[in-house]
């Protein structure tokens, strides 16, 4: 079985990367393909074993590197220009346009779905809101995203199996392109992450400093909690405006390191999480240090925490939701062994096993077929 593994794209380490490290620990003769591939030496290693990628011709156009995105418009027609055809098993990671790579009736197209291109549906109007377009240019803008959808929707088809990260993702397949999808949680490494029973006096939340990860509204939220410290990891875009208005109760403490972002988690007395996720790692890792979650109840969190048992959901983004769900934390009692049997569920192993099953089953049952 010849094997081609096609991704949106490489640039960073995130958690649609860590789905691809366990993709290669499965199977470790994929040819790789990609729109562009900016990775250092170090991620490289450890996403893909060190392979090259196959890249498109947005590689190599200027400023690419620096900001691949603004291709949005050619993403279609660069994906579509990938010759997979000498390939018996097409494995797409997709949350863009990877799942558009054009394949033949001989082949097995498998679509492991983060999620549908959200800057083209569920956060197309925050998308051009946050953007801050002009009158022209936001109505290109709106233009080349309405084309988008059309095409993303047409090459749909082109899959034959999807695989959803979450069942709030498979909600969404269902609801855009109007496919089935099987379920297979995200690998998350808790093997990786100590249990520790003694919790510190201080709450904790990491992310990326974008609008949507909702940092500012947990800050803003703390801000009128000056007796309940909080820390807050990440960097990003909006970390600037963040830090200025943060009170004494609040410390930022900028981009950490695995090893401290792992102190961080399991000494906290609890994770607080604002953000509608499709699934969610860090929710999942703060667990397997068994510190309970307080977190936006939709999106993946919503299968991964089980309410007052490992965590809160609190129903609004609001500050007044975040503050009523903090003061409703503080009443109950949390078992830190219980928090991180939960996490469990959720293993690298456990996603390996069974992603290498369910694609030896469905490739099985498709040669059985030709």
């Given at each position: 079985?010849?094997k081609?593994?096609?991704?949106?794209?490489y640039?960073?380490?995130?958690?649609?990367?860590?789905?691809?490290?366990?993709?290669n620990?499965?199977w470790?003769?994929?040819?790789?393909?990609?729109l562009?591939?900016f990775l250092?030496?170090?991620?490289?290693?450890y996403?893909?074993?060190?392979a090259?990628?196959n890249?498109?011709?947005?590689?190599?156009?200027?400023t690419?590197?620096?900001?691949?995105r603004k291709f949005?418009?050619?993403?279609p027609y660069?994906?579509?220009?990938?010759d997979l055809?000498?390939?018996?098993l097409?494995?797409?990671?997709?949350?863009?346009?990877?799942?558009g790579v054009?394949?033949n009736?001989?082949?097995?197209h498998i679509?492991y779905?983060h999620?549908?291109?959200?800057?083209a549906?569920?956060?197309?109007h925050?998308?051009l809101e946050?953007?801050?377009f002009?009158f022209?240019?936001?109505?290109y803008?709106?233009r080349?995203?309405?084309k988008?959808?059309m095409?993303?929707?047409?090459?749909?088809?082109r899959v034959?199996v999807?695989?959803?990260?979450?069942?709030?993702?498979?909600?969404?397949i269902?609801?855009i392109y109007?496919r089935?999808?099987?379920?297979?949680?995200?690998?998350?490494?808790?093997?990786?992450?100590?249990?520790v029973?003694?919790?510190?006096e201080y709450?904790?939340?990491?992310?990326?400093m974008?609008?949507?990860k909702k940092?500012e509204?947990i800050v803003?939220?703390?801000?009128?909690m000056?007796n309940?410290?909080l820390?807050?990891?990440?960097d990003?875009?909006?970390?600037k405006?963040?830090?200025?208005?943060s009170?004494?109760n609040?410390e930022?403490?900028g981009?950490?390191?695995?090893d401290?972002?792992?102190?961080?988690?399991s000494?906290?007395k609890?994770f607080?999480?604002a953000a509608e996720?499709?699934?969610?790692i860090?929710?999942?890792?703060?667990?397997?240090?068994g510190t309970?979650?307080i977190?936006?109840?939709?999106?993946?969190?919503?299968?991964?925490?089980?309410?007052?048992?490992?965590?809160?959901?609190?129903?609004?983004q609001?500050e007044?939701?975040?503050?009523e769900?903090?003061k409703?934390?503080?009443?109950?009692?949390?078992?830190?062994v219980a928090?991180r049997?939960?996490?469990m569920r959720?293993?690298t192993e456990r996603?390996e096993e069974?992603?290498?099953?369910f694609?030896n089953e469905?490739?099985t049952?498709f040669k059985?077929?030709?």
């Amino acid at each position: 079985m010849k094997k081609a593994l096609i991704h949106d794209w490489y640039y960073v380490n995130g958690g649609a990367e860590k789905v691809l490290h366990s993709f290669n620990s499965i199977w470790t003769d994929f040819e790789h393909y990609a729109l562009v591939d900016f990775l250092n030496d170090s991620d490289r290693d450890y996403i893909l074993n060190g392979a090259k990628v196959n890249t498109s011709f947005i590689q190599k156009l200027p400023t690419a590197k620096s900001n691949h995105r603004k291709f949005l418009q050619l993403f279609p027609y660069a994906i579509e220009q990938f010759d997979l055809n000498e390939y018996d098993l097409v494995l797409s990671s997709s949350a863009s346009v990877a799942k558009g790579v054009m394949t033949n009736q001989n082949q097995l197209h498998i679509c492991y779905c983060h999620s549908p291109m959200r800057y083209a549906w569920d956060l197309y109007h925050q998308y051009l809101e946050e953007s801050n377009f002009g009158f022209l240019s936001g109505m290109y803008a709106k233009r080349v995203l309405h084309k988008i959808r059309m095409w993303d929707v047409i090459n749909s088809n082109r899959v034959d199996v999807f695989i959803a990260n979450s069942n709030y993702i498979k909600g969404r397949i269902k609801k855009i392109y109007n496919r089935d999808a099987k379920v297979i949680y995200p690998p998350v490494d808790v093997l990786n992450f100590k249990l520790v029973e003694q919790k510190d006096e201080y709450y904790f939340t990491a992310s990326r400093m974008v609008p949507y990860k909702k940092i500012e509204l947990i800050v803003r939220a703390f801000n009128h909690m000056p007796n309940k410290k909080l820390i807050v990891a990440g960097d990003g875009p909006d970390y600037k405006k963040i830090k200025s208005l943060s009170k004494s109760n609040v410390e930022l403490v900028g981009f950490l390191e695995t090893d401290d972002l792992k102190q961080y988690l399991s000494k906290a007395k609890a994770f607080v999480f604002a953000a509608e996720e499709d699934f969610g790692i860090i929710p999942v890792e703060a667990q397997a240090c068994g510190t309970p979650v307080i977190a936006y109840n939709k999106g993946g969190l919503r299968e991964t925490v089980i309410e007052n048992e490992t965590g809160l959901l609190f129903k609004h983004q609001t500050e007044e939701s975040i503050i009523e769900a903090v003061k409703a934390f503080e009443k109950l009692d949390f078992n830190p062994v219980a928090i991180r049997q939960n996490a469990m569920r959720f293993s690298t192993e456990r996603f390996e096993e069974e992603m290498k099953n369910f694609v030896n089953e469905q490739y099985t049952r498709f040669k059985s077929k030709l």
